[in-house]
């Protein structure tokens, strides 16, 4: 049995808000996620989040779960609430106008895990951002690029919790947890879509 965490970061200061950054995490060999496991995760995607505040639009704010709900990871089912009731600080952003809500930062979380003849691979769109992570032509700068994919490399720690990409049972398939073991932000920003589009 493996038991697989979710930590929901909220982003609300902006128009249209709030947004949510959603990522999924594991204990040291998939094991019982304790609160010190979920406590050690969220404080990691605190420091990844306030790494850089000007990568963030002015007046961004950015806030933690103070606890997680954990699942068995291949039939979906809530089994228990991991943290400690004390939230991380809130992160709020202090670079310039953001970039056009629905055109974000991407950072692809790469795995090794294949499921249905498809590597398996997780996103998490990062904004909104400053407009200052734009370059001239656009794209994510190489500056910015470079930012995000240190700042969250604690995510991917091999000796502790861990951040995975959870692919969630559905229609009498169990669910798959795949390590991420690499991060990647491409230098074309994610467009994001509404359910409508």
């Known amino acids: 049995m493996t038991d697989v965490g979710r930590a929901v970061v909220e982003l609300g200061g902006w128009f249209g808000a709030p947004g949510v950054n959603v990522w999924h995490f594991c204990a040291p060999a998939h094991g019982e996620i304790t609160a010190a496991y979920a406590n050690s995760f969220l404080e990691t995607l605190y420091e990844s989040y306030s790494a850089n505040p000007a990568d963030w639009a002015s007046g961004v704010t950015i806030t933690f779960p103070a606890v997680c709900p954990v699942f068995e990871a291949e039939s979906g089912d809530l089994l228990y609430y991991a943290g400690d ?109 509404g359910r409508n589009e």
């Open 85 to 193: 009731d004390d939230p991380q600080p809130t992160v709020t952003g202090s670079g310039g106008e953001p970039v056009a809500r629905a055109t974000q930062a991407l950072l692809r979380l790469n795995t090794s895990d294949i499921r249905n003849n498809r590597l398996i691979r997780g996103r998490v769109f990062l904004g909104p951002a400053s407009g200052d992570c734009l370059d001239s032509t656009g794209l994510i700068a190489t500056a910015t690029r470079a930012d995000f994919e240190n700042n969250f490399a604690g995510v991917v720690d091999p000796l502790g919790p861990r951040a995975v990409v959870w692919s969630r049972p559905v229609a009498g398939a169990g669910g798959v947890v795949a390590d991420v073991n690499t991060l990647q932000v491409r230098d074309r920003p994610g467009i994001l879509r």
